[in-house]
């Protein structure tokens, strides 16, 4: 039998509760399953622990206070907007009865993630709130956030809220029992994964979407906020909430659903913010030469390896990179492009020398600087 996984240490924790968990029915606030993760939080901090919230449910709880019809057929945004406004509040009151340290509310929305300012500005006000011994419990500022301007689901959420908060562990706490190879619900044969040492395209090929009207993330969103949390040196662990035996096991240092383990080397804040908050606005496609010269000699990309581009992007806008091999499309790079959509157009394929010969202005030799350039695949 394979050793027994054991809980890494830890600071700082971010807790997600998803809306299973505080809303079983899909609508409404419950305490089924919230006791004992109150209890968990209360005994972590007795321990001088550290714990920030994430919980979804503000939809939920919104819900439940006005005829929709039929929700299960999925709800607008501006339905889901209205119902979370409604819904928030109570779901803060909800919470504040189970804790007796006052609970701060912080709602954000993506721009407050991706913009620097607003990102140290989150930042601090969060600190202060831990220094002053409150709980910080987090939810998406649904009722502004369209959808360009959205994380959209609060497993992502969190994992950005664990690389603000410099957390050193990340739990998402759902009603499964952490990642299986297939889904559980539909393939028998699907095994219980007690580590992910890797988030391989392999992983993500075993996850699919989300099943629930109120709620938006599924195993996809996990798997993703693991590897937001894991490349910045955070251990992420999927935990089981609906029994209060997972929840006790945490407590005890065990590990009993999956661990994702964090990178051995880490990400750096600026490269993690390009590869993971900065929007990506178009493609490159780049020969197999300046596929291997980006991987392994660390080589800035130059227009001449550009077989292809799809915008629109402006400069400075960031860009995914992927080469075709053996008849697939692999990811290479993301990084920061010195050219938009149409200049690229004109100047892909040709040596760096004879660019003026077909631009006005060259601001780089460089399509993307290495500086500016994460690798991915
Ligand atoms: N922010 C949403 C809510 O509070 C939940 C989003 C999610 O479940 O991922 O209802």
Not at 183 to 212: L, N
């Amino acid at each position: 039998m394979a050793d027994a996984v054991s809980l890494p240490d830890w600071n700082r924790l971010v807790l997600k509760v998803g809306s299973a968990l505080v809303a079983p029915d899909e609508r409404g606030c419950s305490t089924t399953h919230l006791l004992p993760i109150a209890r968990f939080i209360t005994e972590s901090r007795r321990r001088g622990k550290e714990v920030i919230l994430v919980s979804s449910g503000a939809v939920a709880a919104g819900l439940a206070t006005q005829e929709v019809e039929n929700p299960g057929a999925g709800l607008s945004i501006p339905e889901k907007q209205a119902l979370a406004a409604i819904g928030q509040p109570l779901l803060m009151a909800h919470w504040r009865r189970l804790f007796d340290v006052p609970c701060a509310q912080v709602l954000l929305t993506y721009d407050d993630l991706r913009r620097r300012a607003r990102f140290v500005n989150a930042q601090n006000t969060i600190t202060e709130l831990l220094d002053r011994g409150t709980l910080p419990i987090v939810n998406e500022n649904d009722t502004v956030a369209t959808e360009e301007l959205q994380v959209g689901d609060n497993d992502n959420l969190a994992a950005f809220v664990a690389v603000l908060a410099e957390a050193d562990l990340l739990a998402i706490c759902s009603d499964v029992d952490g990642l299986y190879d297939a889904d559980p619900h539909e393939d028998p044969t699907a095994t219980h994964r007690p580590v992910v040492d890797a988030i391989t395209d392999e992983v993500y090929g075993w996850v699919g979407g989300a099943h629930r009207a109120t709620a938006t993330g599924g195993m996809r969103t996990k798997v993703e906020a693991a590897e937001k949390a894991t490349d910045r040196g955070i251990d992420t662990v999927i935990v089981n909430g609906t029994t209060g035996d997972h929840l006790d096991a945490l407590g005890r240092g065990e590990m009993p659903g999956t661990l994702f383990r964090r990178a051995e080397e880490p990400l750096s804040a600026r490269r993690h913010w390009m590869l993971h908050a900065l929007p990506t606005a178009g493609r490159l496609v780049v020969d197999a030469g300046a596929a291997e010269a980006l991987r392994h000699r660390g080589a800035s990309l130059l227009p001449a390896g550009i077989v292809a581009s799809e915008g629109p992007f402006a400069r400075g806008d960031a860009v995914e990179v992927v080469v075709h091999s053996d008849g697939a499309e692999r990811r290479v790079a993301k990084g920061i492009t010195q050219y938009g959509a149409g200049d690229l157009a004109r100047i892909q394929g040709r040596q760096s020398q004879s660019l003026p010969d077909v631009l006005d202005d060259v601001p780089s030799d460089y399509v993307i600087h290495r500086d500016d350039l994460v690798l991915t695949g």
